[in-house]
Every structure is written in structure tokens, then in C-alpha cells.
């Protein structure tokens, strides 16, 4: 008996001395309560069991069932525990030491001589229930069972109860030993059939016939399950072709073969085993064999997803990459897990060979949004969208150009160099902002420089760094500022090549906008005079100078109209109306100098034109208009009129 005092391991000394992992309650306080007295002269420390002993028993087995040091049996007659740690200490060095029990079953229940409470055991058939123990295990050295125990998730069965075909019995493992010391103690198991009663050459003779031609391999396989044990469960696992279908044929052999002698004898020990083996190893070789061949699928189809990158249009957000399809039209999602997907994905974008870019890039917009491209494609796609997108810059910029000479305006872009390369840049982000991207991307100059360095001949198109830096939009785009204001000076009408015309209407197109832009009101172009009589005798004088300007034959308003085909002289009529108009508002709003004139000296006709002299001198526009004596008579004939008219 243990001599430890603590509840826990006074329950492991009763459950080793009983040989048993189940732990009658009252029959073990009876003990307990006995010998506590017996030793309390001796050791003081058992005092506190020789008094009292069911009550503290009761106070101190929740923590120890809380922390799952034993289990209570609540569906019995009897109160009982279930100790778990017994089971697993005597199964490890069973696994631990299988070589040297090769000749037996796997251990169970009924070699152990214990029957373990319903539930505490997890039941599973050897041909389906492996699969979560190997989905995610390498076969590995795992933890002792006993450091499991300490360290196992609560809750969880430790012990797992694997079921053979009828009559082939079961098997007892600890979860944490399978599968690598459940594998290996199969593999030895096998290794001891073959090499007692001819059993190998047997089984080597009855296999060959399926192996026509790779007899050599054959052999070697017998060799190493003979010799190296342990290389054949890194051979299962790896799931070669032919060790897949070595193992299957092998497994199979061997189980018809034993099946056999059930008809006529009862099996020995050592042919259950073996048989027991072959079903654990058989199921295992499913499984990779299964997991191999997913995993070229998976391959495959991310090969696949590589492969939609090469394609059109290059560049890819995540939502199009979830929808690739492979060339029979499933989804590749359902062939590969979002967690590959992402893998994959992660790989390609960090990954990359010394002092070089990965084989993905990135393109991320300002709102987050990802693009990936093949960096093998990317200079091609670069330049590909500049030539798409060449004739819709081109389009924008001569469609602006055009309506400005056409308002006879200029501007920047048209006269510098660099406002010119701020105009494309600008219309490429507006249009295109995907290429803007590819152009502002670090990355790119990049890319070129690998090409560079690679040897590679690059195309001239593809040509789109120099000195480690992207070529301006103009080269890129192979756009001439002169040249393209050239044509589009070429679509507007013939008397826009005129430049004296051009601003001549010019400048009163401007003085309209600005004169818009007044905040006087119209009628304040025009001055009351003092008086009514000053207002009569303004019109007398008026009316005298018409008189004397208007020749025979003419009114007034025809000789204004004569005067004006003379001045004006521009072809297009909207265009001289507007000059028209525009001389006109002129003059009106310099009547206020007419009737100053008139308060400071007499209103006469020499006076108006030197009005007329004084509104030509100060406007250059007036200066270049076609007949001047004739603009000078209709200036002085139209401040008449305005004269007679307003006052």
C-alpha cells in the first residue's frame, strides 16, 4: 500500500492491490477507515483517515472527479468508481514493448482480465473509426500514455476499443498511442507471422502472379517488412502507387489465407494477430491512399486556379478566384478547403526566389479592394490597358481641347509640357483607375528590372521603363501635345486659323463673361440728365449730327446696317452677331462720356468722334476689325441713336 495519505493515490494503491479499476465504495472506506488506525501510531498523518472517514471521503472526491482522476458509477447497485489511469498503465508497456509480444493479439478486455464501465470506452469499427485518429497525425513518436493522462482534454475518452471482424475479437489502445504505436505493433505482428512456418515465401509465391513484371519491387517490400519495420509505416503513409496496392493485395492475401483454416482448425494465437494486423494496416492504407489522391486532386486544381491567372483579363479579385472552374466546370472550391485556398494564396503572394518578387502581386485600391496578378503577366497587362485605353484619352482630351478654342479659350495644357502629363494622367485615373494603379505600383519598375536581368528579349511594346523608371504619359500613351493640338486646330472651321479674328472674338467673348459677371444692374449704363430741358436739347443736337451723317437714300438704321457689313466682315453669323453685340454694349456703356462731353463742351459730330478715335485707340480687338473709317462712322451714327433714344 502506497503511503501516501491523499485520496487519489490512497484509490491507486487499493485499485493495483485489487488488480481491478473499479473501486467499491463502501468496501473501500471499510479499508480504509482499518488500516488508517493501523497506522496512525506509526505515521500521524493518517489520523485524519481513522475518523470520520466517509465524510471527508465525500468532501474530497468531487476535485478529484472534476479533474477527471476517476469517474462514479452512478447506474449501479452499489456506489462504485472507475479509476482510468489502471487500463492505461497497463496497456502502455503492452505498446511499448510490442516486440517482444509480437505472437499475441492486441490486447483486450478479456486478456486484461477488466471490464470497463459502459462509457468510458470509445467503440469504433477498425475498417471506418481510424480516420480521426489519422487525419491529422504524422506518424510520429507520441507522448507516454501516462503524460497524456496529465495532459488530456476533459471530457475526452482516453481509451479506445477497436472492434475486428467476428471472430477476430478486439483490440484496447490509449487515444494517444494511436496511431504510431498502434501501427507499429502491427507492423511487428506481420514481421513474426512471415518469418515463423514459411509463411513468407508462401505468401511471396501466392502475391507475384498480381505483380507481373515488378517482382524486384515485390521482393523488396518482404524484405523490408522483414529487416525495417519501421520504414514500412513512412512506406504507408507516403502512399506510393506501388506500395498502395502492394498493401492491399498483401492484407488481403494474407486474410483469406488465415480465414481459410477456420473450416478445419482453431487459429493460433500468432494467425489472429496477424490477421488483427492486417485489418489495422489495411484500413490505414485506405486512408492514405485516399488522402494521397486528394491531394493530387487538390493539386491539380489549384495547378488549375495558376492556370485562370494566365488567362484574360489578368487580374482577378478574390470573389472571381472562388468561382474558377476546372475544364470539367466544377467549382475548385469544392475540389480544394477555403484553408488551402488561402494557403495557396498566401504562398504565391510571399514567397519568392532570392532578391525577387513573388510569383502573385498585389494591386490594392484606396477602399481595400485587392486585385491579384501573375507577375509573369504583369508588364503585358500594363501594357495591354495602355493601348485599350489610348484612344479614350485621346478621345476625352480633343473633345475638351475642341470645345475651348472653340469658346476661344486656351488652356495650360495646351502651351506646357508638364501640365500636358498632368491632363493624361488625370484622364487615365478617370477612366481607368485599375491601370492608374499598375502605373503608381512600385512593384512594376520591379518586375521590368527582373525581366532585365533574366535576359530576356522584351518587346517594344512591353518597353515602358527607362533608368529604373515608368516613361511619362505622353511616351507611353505616344501622344505629341503640338501634334495633337495641331488636329484638333484642324477640325474647327477654316476662320478659326485666322489669329487676328480669332482674337478679335476673343476679346469680346471674355468681355461678355465679365460683363455678366457685373453686379450693376443694365439700366445703370445709362445717366439721367439734370433736367428734362438739358435732356430736349441733348436730342436736338443729336438729331442734328444724324442728319448730317446720313446720306441720301438711307435711314438711320439702314446706314447703320451698311456701316456694319463693312466693319464686320466675319464669316459665320452667330460669330458676328456676337461681335455686333458686343461693340454695341460697348458703346452704351461709354454714353456716359458722350453726355460729360456735353456739360463740358458742345455735343458736336467732331467731338463723337473723337469719342470713336479714343474707343478704338484703347480696344486692340476694335484695332484689328476689318474697315476702320467704317467702324469709326458706326461708333459716332449708333452714339446718336442711343443719344436720341435714351435720353
Known sequence: ?????????????????????????????????????????????????????????????PMLIDNEKCVFLAETAEERLYMPFYCLEKL??????????????????????????????????????????????????PPDAEEAEETGDPGQHKLVKIIFPIPYGSALAPSVLIPYRLLESAFLKLRYYLLNHGNREYLLHKITPYFSG????????????????????????????????????FCSMLKKNIEAKLKDDELLGEEVAAVQAACIIEACNVFYKARTAKKKEVELALRSLDQHLEQPPFYFTLDDIIKFTNDKGAVLLDIYTKEDLGDHIKKRTTEGRKNELPDWLILQDKNHKRWYIKKN?????????????????????????????????????????????????????????????????????????????????????????????????????????????????????????????????????????????????????????????????????????????VPDGFTRESYLAELESRWSNVPDKQIRQTIVGDVQALLRDNLRYAIKIYRTRQLSRESLGDIADGLIARNPALQRLGNRQALRLYIQLYMVKLLITKT
Open 214 to 249: 515488378r517482382e524486384q519491387l515485390l521482393r523488396e517490400m518482404f524484405d523490408q517488412l522483414v529487416k525495417r519495420p519501421g520504414d514500412c509505416m513512412l512506406n504507408l503513409q507516403s502512399s506510393g502507387e506501388f506500395s498502395s496496392l502492394f498493401w492491399d493485395c
Open 377 to 549: 503577366k504583369y508588364l503585358s497587362l500594363c501594357a495591354k490597358t495602355l493601348i485599350e485605353c489610348r484612344p479614350y484619352v485621346r478621345k476625352e482630351i480633343v473633345n475638351q481641347w475642341l470645345q475651348t478654342l472653340k469658346d476661344f479659350r486656351k488652356e495650360a495644357a495646351m502651351e506646357k509640357d508638364e501640365e500636358f502629363e498632368r491632363l493624361l494622367a488625370a484622364h487615365t485615373a478617370n477612366l481607368n483607375p485599375t491601370l492608374m494603379m499598375m502605373l503608381e505600383d512600385p512593384k512594376l519598375p520591379l518586375v521590368y528590372s527582373e525581366m532585365e536581368r533574366s535576359g530576356a528579349v522584351i518587346p517594344a511594346a512591353l518597353r515602358i521603363i527607362k533608368d529604373g523608371r515608368l516613361l511619362p504619359p505622353s511616351a507611353l500613351y505616344a501622344f505629341r501635345r503640338k501634334e495633337m493640338l495641331a488636329d484638333v486646330k484642324f477640325m474647327l472651321p477654316f476662320w478659326y486659323s485666322i489669329p487676328i479674328l480669332v482674337s478679335i472674338i476673343a476679346f469680346f467673348k471674355n468681355r461678355g463673361r465679365r460683363n455678366r459677371q457685373a453686379t450693376p444692374a443694365a439700366g445703370n449704363a445709362y445717366t439721367s440728365f439734370e433736367s428734362e430741358k438739358e435732356g430736349r436739347a441733348i436730342q436736338g443736337v443729336a438729331r442734328g449730327i444724324e442728319a448730317a451723317m
Open 1 to 61: 500500500m502506497a503511503q501516501s495519505t491523499d485520496l487519489y493515490g490512497l484509490l491507486r494503491g487499493y485499485v493495483l492491490k485489487n488488480s481491478s479499476p473499479v473501486v467499491v465504495i463502501d468496501a473501500f472506506l471499510k479499508f480504509l477507515e482499518n488500516y488508517a488506525r493501523l497506522r496512525v501510531p506509526e505515521q500521524p498523518d493518517w489520523e485524519k483517515w481513522a475518523f470520520d472517514t466517509e465524510t471527508k471521503f465525500w468532501d474530497e472526491l
Open 92 to 141: 502502455q508497456p503492452l505498446y511499448q514493448n510490442s516486440d517482444t509480444l509480437a505472437d499475441r493479439p492486441f490486447p483486450s478486455e478479456e486478456s486484461l482480465k477488466v471490464n470497463i464501465p459502459e462509457g468510458q470506452l470509445r467503440t469504433i469499427a477498425v475498417d471506418t473509426g481510424l480516420t480521426p485518429f489519422l487525419e491529422n497525425s504524422n506518424i510520429a513518436l
